[in-house]
Nanobody, 117 residues
């Protein structure tokens, strides 16, 4: 079955960096666009970044452009989110996701990122 396992979250000070990883299994990873979402306390889930199946097309929400970088390693079935210059408002649970048509959306369990002094 499809599994997505995020890791790499933690506590970081403003201006710091973290790299999130999402290990995928149960599907042909290189066939699918991958997505990172986040959900801050009391807010709706927000699409943060997407990457095409071979990594040539990347898109970001405006609030993270220039600070976050999405990448993937198809040999390792892993997608990454490099987060630099972190801000308080980046505090959230971060999820990776894949849409496998026609089965639907799949989500990991999330990894928590807390930006605090």
């Amino acid at each position: 079955q499809v599994q997505l396992v995020e890791s790499g979250g933690g506590l970081v000070q403003p201006g710091g960096s973290l790299t999130l990883s999402c290990a995928a299994s149960g599907f042909t990873f290189s066939n699918y666009r991958m997505r990172w979402y986040r959900q801050a306390p009391g807010k709706e889930r927000e699409l943060v970044a997407t990457i095409s199946n071979f990594g040539s097309i990347k898109n970001y929400v405006d609030s993270v452009k220039g600070r976050f970088t999405i990448s993937r390693d198809n040999a390792k079935n892993t997608v990454y989110l490099q987060m630099n210059s972190l801000k308080f408002e980046d505090t959230a649970v971060y999820y990776c996701s894949v849409l496998i048509t026609p089965r639907g959306d799949y989500w990991g369990q999330g990894t928590r990122v807390t930006v605090s002094l």
